[in-house]
């Protein structure tokens, strides 16, 4: 057989796990082999089926195509209940040093690296929605540990929309599209989330993450990950202290403008799939920090707020992060529905070391992630699947169930034996056994949230107070937006009520944008939804104090906490606007300046092929107006040359590009004539574009001093202050 043409370098081949390795058994590549049916036979002819005469009908004896209609018809399995749209990739994750002291775990201790594979998503859109809809993410990620399998199932937001798992069939229910007409796709703009939310005051804090610039992450390696609820580290001497798991990305936490966000749904659906496949590919692979907040067990009970309740954050401000290890993603699937879609995640999937709190959104989730790969895989044999297998060795007495495909010897399936010498035998803790934590619980049996739970405004308030004046208006934006599309006035209202009890700014902000006034809260009950025989009253939650002050955490503005000393342009896309007639040499020079910084350049021109440059040379065109748009790039150069810049003032798509970018606070540089068709693109009440922020020219053709300018600008992602001036809210 023929041999692959110059077989292709990947990563694969750079990057070996023991899970990579484990998964070699299961791949199967066709190049160079005969076409054959799923029992092996060779297949003669896969054009024409079986039948009776040239124009007769199809025999019932074809096989051949029998069998692969069948296997057509039955390729879809139930998308994720939430979740379902996801990207997946490979890595590992490698610990520090002096993590002994707080968990046993094997793969925390120093140096030890473990193969990883992490999974993102979007919550509410399904499979085919588009990666940039408002919304959570989620950070799932397995580590392959020598002690089995650890998965930690968590999203980029802190915190939770309610408290206890027991509500999570109706939060679904209110956010996902409404089951009447299936409307709206991927968005929490419709009136059943915000009766929901509105109803449920519990939801207030996350839903000012949801609205937030957090909820479009302008790459999925750029936003944080969090554990949300409180877990324990237990060390090897029993001690056992409570947790909650932070990741922190290497290249800080980054947004994109929420109009923006819309117009790369159109454009590229794909966008940040595309954005972490083509990083691997590329070998600027991804980092995150994985850090833990430790809380003694005797403070349990210090701060006023439940550990237990995690519609609540610890402020890093009173707990700082301490850092466990990294997390490196390096190689990208070879098969999405074999990996990325048949991953099956489970908080109840831990290690020797690391256990659960009394978390009722925790507790209930533990029941509901085995529960329900058994629809969406089919069976209870999910964890034989090979991007599920542990790759510590499974011995037990389970059995059968559907495409069962380990060989289990012998005559004993049970314990304890004689049969079989009491093999397999059950772990000591000194054998690496694992034996939940010695929690003393008593109590009655109760339906009832603790009054612990109560306070639903004051960390609402503190996620606001903490938020740059540019963050705070894009929270106002997006909720009048998400309110306007709300159809019934009294969930409008009621919203406004709620938010009332955070914030009297706030409010007043998204009341104003609404058209309407503040709404009074008297007389409206904001008590959580409690049973029916509960103490309604006992359970009431006032409204936010005025003093609740800040976290430096929680911002992600281009100067928070979380970006500081990060300065990097790796992996920004910049477009350089262009076209015949050119000043290619001072292109050239600044594409290498930006390359040299790990950016990528591409050349934006009215064709496709090449530009010819003012001086003759020819430059190979990336895009052109029309296939690409502003919205997929994070900064803009507009290259000089009388001749070309000439034409992009007169095409209309080269101003709007300029223009959207200019509007959604990008870096924009521009030299020579280049600097014309950046006043052709000012618009109605906005700032004198050529000295605003992060704006960066040069009369002068040559870029020389002007690219370590615009790399400056780069490295602070946005220039909000330009939205605060041209369209305040
Ligand atoms: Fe969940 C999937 C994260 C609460 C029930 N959840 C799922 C995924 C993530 C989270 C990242 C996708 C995993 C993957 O990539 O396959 N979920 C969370 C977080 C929560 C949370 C951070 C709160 C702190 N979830 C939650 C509750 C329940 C569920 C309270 C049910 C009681 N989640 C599920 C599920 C999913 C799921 C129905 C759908 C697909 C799956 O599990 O495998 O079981």
Redesign the pocket.
């Known amino acids: 057989m023929s041999k692959k043409p110059t077989a292709k370098k990947t990563h694969e081949d750079a990057v070996s796990t023991a899970k990579t390795d484990e998964l070699a058994q299961n791949r199967e590549d066709g190049y160079g082999q005969f076409l054959t049916t799923n029992q092996g036979l060779r297949i003669n002819d896969d054009q024409n089926s079986l039948k009776a005469g040239e124009r007769g009908p199809t025999l019932l004896e074809d096989f051949i195509l029998r069998e692969k209609i069948t296997h057509f018809d039955h390729e879809r399995i139930p998308e994720?209940?939430?979740?379902?749209r996801?990207v997946?990739a490979h890595g590992y994750f490698e610990a520090y040093g002096n993590n002994a002291n707080l968990s046993r775990a094997d793969f925390l201790q120093a140096g030890v690296q473990t193969p990883v594979f992490t999974?993102?998503?979007t919550?509410a859109g399904s499979r085919g929605s588009s990666d940039m809809a408002r919304d959570?993410?989620?950070?799932?990620v397995k580590f392959y540990t020598q002690e089995g399998v650890f998965d930690l199932?968590?999203?980029n937001?802190p915190?939770?929309f309610?408290q206890?798992?027991?509500?999570?069939?109706d939060?679904?229910h209110a956010v996902k599209p409404e089951p009447h007409n299936e409307i709206p796709q991927a968005a929490s703009a419709h009136d059943t989330f915000y009766d929901f939310i509105s109803t449920n005051p519990e939801s207030m804090h996350m839903l000012l993450w949801a609205m937030s610039d957090r909820a479009l992450p302008r790459s999925l390696r750029m936003m944080e990950g969090?554990?949300?609820?409180t877990f324990r580290l237990i060390n090897t001497e029993g001690k056992s202290r409570f947790v909650k798991f932070h990741w922190k990305p290497k290249l800080g936490a980054h947004a994109v403008a929420w109009e923006e966000a819309q117009q790369i749904s159109g454009k590229d659906p794909d966008f940040h799939r595309r954005d972490l496949w083509n990083c691997i590919e590329m070998g600027a692979y991804p980092e995150w920090e994985l850090g833990v907040q430790v809380v003694e067990e005797e403070d349990e009970r210090k701060f006023d707020f439940d550990i237990l309740d995690?519609t609540k954050l610890i402020p890093e401000d009173l707990v700082p992060v301490q850092m466990l290890g990294k997390m490196v993603l390096n190689r990208n699937v070879d098969n999405y529905f074999a990996e990325?879609e048949q991953?099956?995640?489970?908080?109840g999937h831990v290690v020797p070391g690391i256990d659960f709190s009394n978390d009722p959104?925790?507790q209930?989730?533990l029941?509901?992630?085995t529960?329900?790969?058994l629809t969406?895989l089919g069976g209870p044999n999910f964890h034989e699947i090979p991007i599920n297998r542990s790759i510590a060795p499974i011995h037990n007495g389970q059995r059968d169930g559907h495409m069962r495909q380990t060989i289990n010897k012998g005559q004993v399936a049970y314990g304890p034996n004689l049969l079989n010498d009491n093999f397999p035998k059950q772990a000591k803790l000194s054998e690496g056994g694992f034996n939940s934590v010695h929690e003393r619980v008593e109590g009655h049996k109760i339906r009832l949230r603790s009054k612990s739970f109560v306070d639903h405004y004051s960390q609402a308030k503190l996620f606001w107070n903490s938020q740059s004046d540019a963050e705070k208006m894009h929270i106002v934006k997006a909720l009048r937006f998400d309110l306007s599309h709300v159809q019934k006035e009294f969930v409008r209202t009621r919203t406004l009520v709620q938010l009332s009890q955070i914030d009297s700014e706030l409010v007043r902000r998204v009341a104003e944008g609404l058209g309407v006034a503040v709404p009074s809260a008297e007389g409206v009950q904001l008590n959580l939804q409690v049973g029916a025989d509960a103490d309604a009253a006992s359970l009431q939650s006032k409204p936010a104090a005025g003093n609740i002050g800040k976290d430096s955490a929680l911002s992600m503005a281009p100067t928070a906490k979380i970006n500081q000393g990060k300065t990097s342009i790796k992996t920004r896309h910049v477009a350089v606007l262009a076209t015949d007639g050119a000043n290619v040499a001072a292109i050239g020079d600044l594409m290498k300046a930006l390359m040299d910084q790990g950016a990528q350049a591409a050349i934006v021109a009215t064709h496709l092929g090449t530009i010819k440059g003012s001086d003759g040379k020819e430059l190979l065109v990336d895009g052109t107006f029309h296939s690409t748009a502003s919205v997929l790039y994070d900064a803009v150069y507009v290259a000089g040359g009388e001749a070309s810049v000439a034409v992009l003032k007169q095409n209309a798509d080269a101003v709007r590009f300029v223009n959207e970018a200019f509007r959604h606070c990008k870096p924009i540089a521009a030299s020579g004539a280049g600097i014309e068709l950046l006043k052709a693109a000012a618009y109605p009440g906005a700032e004198d574009i050529l000295n605003a922020d992060g704006v960066v020219t040069s009369l002068d053709a040559q870029v020389g001093g002007l690219a370590p300018q615009f790399i400056t600008a780069i490295a602070q992602h946005r220039f909000w202050g330009r939205e605060l001036k041209a369209m305040p809210a």
């Open positions: 994720r209940v939430v979740h379902a996801g997946a999974r993102f998503s919550v959570v993410r989620g950070f799932a199932v968590g999203n937001i915190v939770f309610i206890d798992a027991i509500k999570f069939p939060f679904i969090f554990g949300v609820h995690s990325t991953v099956a995640f489970h908080l959104l925790l209930g989730r029941f509901s992630y529960d329900t790969q969406r």
